[in-house]
């Protein structure tokens, strides 16, 4: 469900060269009408500079036999009807230390002190979601004039911004009337009934324009709706669009351009949730909703200086949504402030037939939390400021350290993306695809033996079982901006992040810290977030547009 262009150059960059193979053809219809060499030893000798397994002639001349039947096979394979719907029977399990709370879901956020809205359009069109909460339930918006706020607002900056892939404006109206009338009639849903949202487009919408970012799916259309937009639907909230992705999820570059970052147009918004965090930095929505394989929320987030919430896997269904790694992939919310995240992750998740890998655990969330009974630790070199706020409040940090991640492990998301656009890669659509290396990553990963992405898979145990030892006995960590190395080691173990911004540095680039929890413990990272993120007024500031 992506990662982030950056992340994907530096992490990538040792994998990928190990599997690059000098003047390989890619695997396409054109390279297979060709006549293919003979399987015999000496082409399996071939490989062995690259799969370095020692082989000897003698040991390859056995082989031979059952390595010639293996074609037929792989067609038969190639011959079925996989739709993007299907994944391995394996779902990844986060495995480690899980908190002991009582069942069910509840929210509690900070008094929305003003009963007055704001006289300017563009001062409520940065409120946060739990205001803007407040003043619908009282009437003082209705979701049919804050839906037409939003559009008036999206139509004046997307052309400077391009986040937006397909605008939805009828359907919006026609949710925000729904809307209105149950509040009017008493029947209020809860704190997301009537608020309009952003969602990335590689979500499913039924009859709405699918894109995944990628110009050969321009044109797709489901006819179903991914498992979040139907929880969405369920609390009253209101869809403004599908808001744009790097193609096929990596990066902040589609088929159309690149989104841009609302604080400094010539730069891009990272990705590859790029929309939706540039959505919420431009206030073009109440909130949004993203994915995350490696950096996709917390990168855009870091660079657009919004928050987002990166759940730990399985929280959130992922039914409906392209699939980059099926291990790895995360659904979660990127709004305005952490409260915000609080609200919309209670209204997703949970467990869905449809995902395998979700399960049902308790979500309590407190503004408020007693900073000097956790234990805080602390990796790499906060800011100055964030140091002082987290004292202030009560928090006694310790510092602590991780190994780093072995290298072959990493090998995992390439593969199982490869996977998922087997067919693709192979056939000629894939010539459609611009603005990415996707296919140098897909034409690569063909040559990962089985073999090595189940070691691999085995490696990603020892590494969970390495990085519970070294968080110990601690609640949660802290660190500067996207958590620095374990940015890749949690998105592979699983734990829960997140992320908010912290102004900017000397040079004017923009900083952040983030909060690393404990599985399925999202409530405490949010609460001790939260309150540094009212110690601070960060978060309330905006880009001039």
Same mark, same amino acid.
């Given at each position: 469900m992506g990662f982030d262009g950056d992340v994907s150059r530096k992490e990538f960059l040792g994998v990928l060269a190990t599997l690059a193979v000098a003047g390989a053809l890619p695997m396409r219809a054109a390279a297979q009408d060709q006549e293919a060499p003979a399987i015999d030893a000496a082409l399996l000798k071939s490989l062995e500079p690259m799969l370095k397994l020692g082989f000897t002639d003698e040991e390859l001349e056995a082989i031979l036999r059952t390595v010639r039947g293996f074609p037929a096979g792989f067609d038969a394979v190639r011959a079925m009807p996989i739709d993007y719907t299907i994944e391995p029977p394996t779902p990844f399990k986060p495995w480690g230390r899980v908190p002991t709370t009582r069942a069910g879901t509840s929210v509690r956020t900070t008094r /929305? &002190?003003?009963? *007055?809205?704001?006289?300017? &359009? $563009?001062? +409520?069109?940065?409120?946060?979601?739990? $205001?803007?909460? !407040? %003043?619908?339930?009282a009437r003082r918006i209705s979701p049919v004039e804050l839906t037409n706020l939003y559009l008036r607002r999206i139509e004046r900056l997307d052309p400077k911004l391009l986040c937006v892939v397909t605008l939805t404006p009828e359907l919006a109206l026609e949710q925000a009337r729904q809307a209105e009338r149950e509040i009017g009639q008493g029947k209020y849903r809860g704190p997301l009934h009537g608020l309009p949202f952003a969602i990335k487009d590689?979500?499913?919408?039924?009859?709405?324009?699918?894109?995944?970012?990628?110009?050969?799916?321009?044109?797709?259309?489901? =006819?179903?709706?991914? *498992?979040?937009?139907?929880?969405?639907?369920?609390?009253?909230a209101v869809m403004l669009g599908k808001f744009s992705l790097g193609a096929l999820a990596m990066g902040d570059q589609w088929f159309k351009g690149r989104t841009n970052n609302p604080w400094n147009l010539e730069e891009g918004s990272s990705g590859s949730s790029a929309g939706s965090a540039c959505a919420m930095a431009a206030g073009l929505a109440a909130f949004s909703v993203g994915t995350e394989t490696l950096?996709?929320?917390?990168?855009?987030? %870091?660079?657009?200086?919004?928050?987002?919430?990166?759940?730990?896997?399985?929280? *959130?269904?992922?039914?409906?949504?392209?699939?980059v790694s099926w291990t790895m992939d995360k659904v979660g919310?990127?709004?305005? $402030? /952490?409260e915000d995240t609080a609200l919309v992750f209670a209204a997703l998740h949970g467990s869905d037939p449809l995902d395998a890998a979700t399960v049902d655990r308790p979500f309590h969330f407190k503004p408020q939390a007693d900073l000097g009974k956790l234990k805080i630790g602390v990796l790499g070199a906060l800011p100055e400021e964030a140091t002082n706020v987290l004292e202030r409040l009560g928090a006694k940090l310790e510092p602590i350290q991780f190994d780093p991640?072995?290298?072959?492990?990493?090998?995992?998301?390439?593969? &199982?993306? !490869?996977? !998922?656009? =087997?067919?693709?890669?192979r056939s000629d659509q894939i010539d459609g695809l611009t603005r990415t290396t996707w296919p140098i990553t897909y034409r690569a990963n063909r040559y990962v033996p089985a073999v090595e992405y189940l070691q691999a898979q085995r490696g990603r145990t020892l590494l969970q079982r390495r990085f519970e030892e070294q968080f110990g006995d601690f609640d949660l960590f802290v660190a500067p901006e996207r958590a620095l190395a374990t940015l890749t080691i949690t998105n592979l173990t699983g734990h829960p992040q997140v992320l908010l911004p912290f102004g900017s540095d000397d040079?004017?680039?923009?900083?952040?810290?983030?909060?690393?929890?404990?599985?399925y413990?999202?409530? *405490? +990272?949010?609460?001790v977030a939260s309150m540094v993120q009212r110690a601070t007024d960060y978060h309330k500031k905006h880009p001039s547009l």
């Open positions: /929305v &002190e003003s009963r *007055t809205l704001p006289s300017s &359009e $563009e001062a +409520i069109a940065f409120l946060s979601a739990r $205001e803007l909460a !407040a %003043h619908v339930r590689l979500f499913a919408t039924k009859g709405i324009p699918t894109t995944w970012g990628a110009g050969p799916y321009a044109n797709q259309v489901f =006819d179903t709706d991914a *498992t979040v937009v139907q929880k969405l639907r369920a609390a009253g950096g996709s929320i917390v990168s855009p987030s %870091h660079q657009c200086r919004v928050t987002g919430l990166r759940p730990t896997y399985g929280r *959130t269904s992922r039914a409906g949504a392209m699939a919310p990127i709004c305005r $402030e /952490v991640m072995p290298a072959g492990v990493s090998v995992i998301l390439g593969v &199982e993306a !490869a996977a !998922a656009f =087997d067919a693709f890669t040079r004017g680039r923009q900083r952040s810290i983030s909060f690393v929890g404990r599985l413990d999202e409530a *405490t +990272i949010l609460s």
